[in-house]
């Protein structure tokens, strides 16, 4: 074992039925490291921290913990906290209602609760250690949430972890508080914590990493130093696309010509959410397929929740062909002609038990009023038409939905928002885990509704399909607008290095 290696990890595999979701990984932590681990949707992130701390059991490999001879075996997260490994996850997971000192100690083994003012006194001194602007006896629900990840933090850091795992800690902070986090990670770090940092903000990683290693598709991409990484080599290799592959030069861009005069469909201006996106401004023009582009986590799902009405607008404005309109939630983006298709079909799509008929006339059922309910006859009449318009797979209309395979669910949520007639559809991620055929299919069914004089925005992790049908893309990074590529500017290598901060 590495003489500064607090942790090491070697060669995990984790199988689920038909997915290899580790293969061989590598993982190493040193003491008084910060070290990023990176990966996009299903690159094998969150299955690894599941291993280390016993939530999963991996199938093959070893694990080795700083101050014991042989091998750790984990089985549980209590078994992780015992062997020195602490997560700390985005969610607060403590109990809102109890003091801060009543959070510090709870289930701890020592009926510390025995002798409150002990409670409370050790409770300020480790406070006060790490600069944690809180008092022991306040209800932790008054504080904010940075100081309830903090107090998470510092309660992991007490409990003498070795290993401090930091899931996406920064994701609800705003830049002062991510500051404050910060500062106690080097602080932490000085005292010779190894802390791993899940994120998906590239500035972040760069601002107080040590380290990075990349995972792809459940393997391993390597390890590096962050002065050895460049951002939009780590861009390269989270995507899994070669900088100078010359296949993409050859690549024929879509181009939009747009009307003299034309007004867009839809426009907005500085307009922003509850869900963390910075303001942002987006137009489009009929017929025209545009995109946001980004990292998972860049915010491009959150700025189609917000234009949707998804999310809660918090300010900006909106147009619809050059009115004001006001759209705070989704009928109103229903009443306005616009059609969205979430990126999580089984969380925000399908409605499982209902049947395939009753899934794609829902839309138009709520436009219409559930009081002034579709006779047998009109929603079968929809369903069929549907089903045969988009080659839906299914026994029959009656079918419940999530029988379906995800391809087939996938296209029940489009006949949904196509029964509507929107004049802005947005889809996000609608290829996302289907065949390859299906995946095909769906493209080309959305340049065929723009050639009809729809306007749509497509939003996929895969970069060549953005390529192969938008003709304009936003680019995202760390939940905001960071460039707008069309024309001879769509290409690989230019997404990346706009995502990366104009990097070449």
């Known amino acids: ?121 050790d409770t300020t001194k480790i406070l006060k250690s790490l600069d944690i602007q809180a008092e022991a006896t306040q209800e932790l629900g008054s504080c904010s949430i940075a100081v309830q990840q903090m107090v998470a933090i510092a309660r992991a850091v007490d409990m003498e972890c070795k290993v401090l795992i930091l899931d996406e800690p920064t994701s609800s902070l705003d830049e002062q508080e991510v500051e404050k986090l910060f500062k106690l990670m080097r602080d932490l770090r000085a005292k010779g914590v190894g802390i791993i940092f899940v994120t998906h903000f590239l500035d972040q990683v760069y601002e107080v990493c040590d380290k990075i290693t990349v995972l792809r598709d459940g393997k391993l991409v390597g390890e590096y130093e962050i002065n ?164 839906i797979k299914t026994a029959s209309a009656n079918t419940p939905i999530k029988s379906l395979s995800g391809g087939n669910q996938q296209k029940c949520i489009l006949a949904r928002w196509l029964l509507t007639n929107p004049e802005y559809l947005i889809l996000d991620e609608p290829t996302r885990g289907i065949d390859i055929g299906t995946k095909t299919e769906i493209q080309k069914l959305v340049l065929k509704l723009a050639g009809e004089g729809m306007s749509i925005t497509f939003i996929s992790s895969e970069i060549d399909e953005m390529l192969g049908t938008c003709s304009r893309l936003v680019v995202m990074r760390d939940r905001k607008v960071v460039g707008e590529l069309s024309g001879e500017e769509l290409s690989q290598s230019m997404i990346m290095s706009t995502i990366a901060g104009g990097e070449k």
């Open 228 to 391: 050895d990484l460049p951002r939009v080599k780590l861009v390269s290799k989270m995507l899994g696309k070669d900088l100078d592959e010359k296949t993409e030069e050859s690549k024929k861009y879509r181009i939009y010509e747009k009307k003299s005069g034309a007004v867009p469909v839809i426009e907005t201006e500085g307009l922003y959410s509850n869900g963390g996106i910075k303001p942002f401004d987006f137009n489009i023009y009929k017929g025209e397929v545009n995109g946001f582009t980004g990292l998972l986590g860049s915010g491009r799902s959150e700025c189609v929740r917000a234009i949707f009405g998804a999310d809660g607008i918090l300010g900006g404005t909106m147009k619809k062909n050059g009115k004001t309109v006001k759209i705070t939630k989704p009928i109103d983006a229903m009443k306005n002609g616009i059609g969205y298709l979430p990126e999580d079909r089984k969380v925000d799509g399908i409605i499982g038990d209902l049947s395939v008929r009753d899934n794609i006339i829902f839309a138009l059922q709520v436009l219409r009023g559930f009081f002034k309910p579709f006779t047998k006859a009109e929603a079968n009449k929809f369903a069929d038409e549907y089903i045969k318009l988009l080659g």
């Open 1 to 121: 074992m590495k003489d500064k290696a607090v942790l090491e990890m070697k060669n995990i595999h984790k199988n689920f039925p038909g997915v290899r979701a580790l293969q061989g990984v590598d993982f190493t932590l040193c003491e008084g490291e910060i070290h990023a681990l990176m990966g996009e949707n299903g690159a094998g992130k969150s299955t690894l921290i599941k291993v280390l701390t016993g939530v999963y059991g991996k199938d093959e490999g070893q694990i080795f913990i700083k101050g014991r001879e042989d091998e750790i075996l984990i089985k549980s997260p209590e078994e992780a906290q015992k062997a020195g490994i602490s997560t700390v996850y985005q969610e607060i997971t403590l109990c809102l209602n109890l003091t801060v000192a009543e959070n510090m100690f709870i289930g701890r083994e020592n009926n510390v609760y025995q002798n409150w003012e002990k409670m409370n006194t």
